[in-house]
């Protein structure tokens, strides 16, 4: 029996609780000490420790943290979370609202919601009957990542929302990190004898998708809230829904400004640019969006963004420093890329030491040479850039630097591509690519080797066991054991995955060359239209042009590959040890054969695993439905996509029938 008086105390504790949780998140201020904050909830776990009738769903204690994740499970958002187009200068945002007003048929500029654009993760929550029931990180916007218990470790989050909710609300917005937060964790960080944080954006995401909500229990992450996925009923503009966000205990931002046409635009753009220094919160530019609902209807959206609103970035943080010297980096498909080593600099809250300078087009066109003062950059700020060469101030300038005829990684032939700009190294077996490209070999869409990540890849090139893709096949269980954290139960089942995956498709043996330009979904057309890979390796231009979605550069490239002597040698290396990929077309019997198949909602499988097996039984997945679907494989939350399909009459399935299918 639970006495009259610590229920009382408890309910009593949670209210103070939330109300110096809103204060301090929504409006920026604190009536008490962080150590009398502690002692409230000290004091709530007492008493939920002590009567466990006491927990609520909502209850604060809750932000503690749970067991860990294994993996993050796929949460798919309908309509999707679409990213923002750009402008740059008052000039670029004029054009946009002229094609704006002219499309709408406007006599005026119309009104806008403009908002501090926050530099941080974008996240969705959702609320089913007011009551927070799943949370995902953006994604690719159509599909994200379910960081549901990370997300109730965040104070500024309402578990339950304050007001009645009926049904579903999904409430985006950005996870932040506050700057006075930030520096308190790194003070407590540094005492400890860890390594700070270098910035908020990159701790708040990392934070953010930590396995261990444990983990992300204890970093002091924020959440405030930009919008809705769909417009609530009797809300027709943004004001009136920050209005009813902030209503229901969601923190929205104080900075956001209704503004008239673009003249006021650009005066809340240039207050907010002057003060960013003394916002609570790291911001990188405004977000535009138009006010009325309706409006943002009309103008609808594009493939990947929508057409009512726009991201208006600050001006780039800049810094001048030296250019010490001009070096080469060779990737996983031989591109090199120049890279500017530079004194440090700080600039934009990181010290840079080196930036890219992209390919041969853009060195000549900057002019950058070592020994010259260069402007460096954060692009967006995130990405160091060299943005002009500032000469050699009192000294003679340096040679332009010119790509050598040679890999300096591996001494094999470099070069540049008719109509490109990138200058690559043609030698498969450069050591700079190859652990790379092992790796790559061995991923989930490619060969789908268990056991050969990237620090195994590693190891086996820079111990000269494997010096090309077909040493991957002459390995034994003796020589892998010898090498570090490989014990000999852990070679044999290496050794077992590598025999198995000689029988892969064409597909997967094709994505695993890593051929430039010929990824999961081009390697499935040329498997779909060629019976095997010898067909394939014989086929001439105009016949590989002929597959969908292989233009005549693609088409020129797969040809010089499979007849280049180099090339050529490393794929009939892979038949001598035993390969003999099969195309996908009528010789294939998979169960799904023929079949085109759509995923909605939640499923306990990874989204790319289940695609996977999808594709392996002879299906094509695609990510919309339509009149040519065949079925679709649908779990909790499916939304329009299920809609859709019973509307066409499409059989739906769920997980269970689906993996027994398969």
């Not at 909830?41 to 067991?67: C, F, Q, Y």
């Not at 300078?357 to 853009?362: M, S």
């Not at 590959?561 to 040890?577: I, Q, S, Y």
């Not at 909790?636 to 398969?662: H, N, Q, T, Y």
Request: aromatic share 6%.
């Amino acid at each position: 029996m639970i006495p009259k008086e610590a229920r009382a105390e408890a309910r009593e504790l949670r209210e103070l609780i939330r109300y110096h949780n809103r204060l301090y998140y929504s409006e920026d201020r604190t009536e008490i000490s962080d150590s009398e904050y502690d002692a409230l909830m000290r004091r709530l776990m007492e008493l939920e420790n002590r009567w466990p009738g006491l927990i609520t769903e909502d209850s604060p204690t809750h932000r503690v943290g749970a067991e860990p994740l294994e993996y993050f499970q796929s949460i798919e958002w309908d309509p999707p979370m679409l990213s923002l187009d750009n402008v740059f200068s008052e000039e670029r945002f004029r054009e946009w609202e002229e094609r704006a007003v002219r499309e709408l048929g406007l006599e005026c500029p119309p009104d806008y919601s403009v908002e501090p654009k926050l530099d941080g993760l974008a996240v969705a929550l959702v609320y089913r009957d007011g009551v927070l029931e799943r949370a995902g990180t953006r994604g690719d916007g159509a599909e994200g990542e379910d960081v549901t218990p990370n997300i109730r470790t965040v104070r500024s989050i309402p578990l339950v929302l304050e007001g009645a909710v009926p049904g579903v609300l999904v409430v985006r917005g950005e996870v932040i990190f506050r700057r006075d937060d930030f520096r308190e964790m790194n003070r407590r960080r540094e005492a400890g004898g860890l390594e700070p944080f270098v910035n908020p954006r990159n701790a708040a995401s990392g934070s953010l998708r930590q396995l261990d909500s444990r983990i992300t229990s204890e970093r002091p992450l924020s959440f405030v809230a930009y919008g809705t996925a769909e417009w609530p009923p009797d809300v027709s503009d943004m004001h009136s829904l920050f209005g009813l966000l902030g209503s229901l205990g969601l923190p929205v931002n104080p900075w956001n400004r209704t503004c008239t046409g673009c003249e006021q635009v650009c005066a809340a753009y240039r207050r907010l640019e002057d003060a960013r220094e003394e916002l609570p919160w790291d911001i990188d530019g405004v977000v535009v969006k138009m006010e009325r609902a309706d409006l943002q209807e009309r103008m609808g959206t594009i493939s990947r963004s929508p057409r009512w609103a726009v991201a208006w970035k600050f001006r780039a943080e800049e810094a001048v420093t030296r250019l010490l010297g001009i070096d080469l980096q060779v990737g996983r498909t031989g591109k090199l890329t120049p890279v500017a080593r530079l004194e440090p600099v700080f600039v934009g809250g990181v010290t840079v030491s080196s930036a890219t300078l992209h390919n041969a087009d853009e060195l000549e066109r900057k002019d950058a040479r070592p020994g010259d003062m260069v402007v460096v950059r954060r692009a967006g700020d995130v990405i160091p850039e060299v943005v002009r060469s500032l000469g050699n101030p009192g000294g003679d300038r340096s040679e332009p630097f010119r790509f050598p005829g040679s890999c300096p990684v591996c001494g094999g032939p470099v070069v540049r591509e008719e109509s490109e700009a990138a200058h690559r190294c043609m030698n498969p077996a450069c050591p700079a690519r190859l652990s790379e490209s092992l790796f790559h070999w061995g991923s989930r869409d490619a060969l789908d080797i268990e056991g050969l990540g990237s620090k195994l890849a590693d190891q086996l090139v820079d111990s000269g066991l494997v010096k090309g893709f077909p040493d991957l096949y002459r390995l034994t269980e003796v020589e892998l054991a010898k090498l570090p954290r490989m014990g000999a139960k852990s070679a044999e089942n290496l050794v077992r995955q590598l025999k198995q995956s000689t029988g892969a498709d064409l597909r997967r043996f094709l994505t695993g060359l890593g051929i430039p330009g010929i990824g999961r979904t081009a390697a499935g057309s040329l498997a779909e239209r060629f019976e095997d890979l010898g067909s394939l390796m014989e086929a001439g231009v105009d016949s590989l042009t002929s597959v969908e979605g292989v233009g005549p550069v693609l088409a020129g490239s797969l040809h010089r590959f499979f007849h280049d002597p180099v090339t050529r040698d490393v794929v009939e290396g892979l038949v001598e040890a035993g390969f003999d990929p099969k195309g996908s077309g009528p010789s294939r019997n998979g169960s799904l054969s023929g079949l085109t198949l759509v995923f909605t909602g939640s499923i306990s499988i990874p989204r790319d695993r289940a695609r996977q097996l999808a594709e392996d039984a002879g299906a094509k997945v695609t990510g919309s439905v339509s009149p040519a679907t065949d079925l679709v494989v649908a779990g909790p939350g499916g939304g329009s996509k299920l809609d859709r399909a019973r509307e066409l009459g499409i059989r739906v399935i769920g997980e269970e029938e689906f993996l027994s299918m398969v």
